[in-house]
């Protein structure tokens, strides 16, 4: 079975800096997908980004970009330029890829709070 | 286009009701999926559909059923509810495959507060 590590529970930034939020996996799947959500209070579950196991390169959105290290199994999500918008709460997720959908295992989280 | 509705946004019921959570999306996903989130365990997977007709179990499926008698609805019951149920569903949706194209992004609703009392 899959696990998905956050050991950050709680994380603070101020605004316009930089934050990493770690994200640890255990897998022996070889192909899967990578993802972080955000969980603002509005409660609505909102895409971040995603990361295909198989790609050495990075994602990217916006002012969001990952480390992934596959052989470390490790998936860091980067936030740039931080802004008070972005307090949430933040999930990484792991998806194992098959010939259809395959449901997402999760983290448990890291609330992230932006300070002005 | 609504994408995924869910229904009711929030619900306080007595221990030993039956309830059914709704869930109904508008963009001909195959596979959907419904997930509960508790403080400090993130979200876990409850049961979820490849595609209307099939169902399968997640990690935690004890005292919920569902069903997927067509594309667009994809119903939670709680048979005979107990306070450990009280938590907050989501039910999200996917593509899935479709020809020999495979998407994997999964679309969440809303999410449904339900304490069970």
């Known amino acids: 079975a899959q696990t998905v590590t956050q050991s950050q529970p709680e994380m603070s930034v101020q605004e316009a800096e930089t934050v990493t939020l770690s994200c640890t996996y255990d897998?022996?799947?070889?192909?899967?997908?990578l993802f972080w959500y955000k969980q603002p209070p509005s409660r609505q579950m909102i895409l971040v980004i995603r990361?295909?196991?198989?790609?050495?390169q990075n994602a990217t959105e916006n002012r969001f970009s990952v480390n992934f290290q596959k052989a470390a199994k490790s998936f860091s999500l980067k936030i740039s330029d931080s802004q008070l918008g972005d307090t949430a709460m933040y999930f990484c997720?792991?998806?194992?890829?098959?010939?259809?959908?395959?449901?997402?295992?999760f983290g448990k989280g890291t609330r992230l709070s932006v300070i002005a | 286009i609504a994408g995924i509705t869910q229904a009711p946004t929030s619900q306080i019921l007595a221990a030993g009701r039956r309830m059914t959570l709704r869930c109904t999306q508008d963009?001909?996903?195959?596979?959907m999926y419904w997930y509960r989130q508790d403080l400090g365990l993130g979200l876990r997977l409850i049961h979820y559909?490849?595609?209307?007709?099939?169902?399968g179990k997640g990690e935690v499926p004890d005292g919920y059923s569902v069903s997927r008698a067509n594309t667009d609805d994809f119903p939670l019951t709680l048979a005979s509810a107990v306070p450990s149920q009280t938590s907050v569903y989501f039910c999200?949706?996917?593509?899935?495959?479709?020809?020999?194209?495979?998407?994997?992004?999964?679309?969440f609703g809303p999410g449904t507060r339900l304490t069970v009392l």
């Open positions: 999200a949706s996917s593509v899935g495959t479709s020809g020999t194209t495979r998407t994997d992004t999964q679309y």
């Open positions: 897998t022996s799947e070889s192909n899967y997908y």
């Open positions: 990361q295909e196991a198989y790609k050495q």
């Open positions: 997720a792991f998806m194992k890829y098959r010939g259809g959908n395959t449901p997402l295992v």
């Open positions: 963009m001909r996903h195959n596979a």
């Open positions: 559909s490849n595609t209307a007709g099939t169902t």
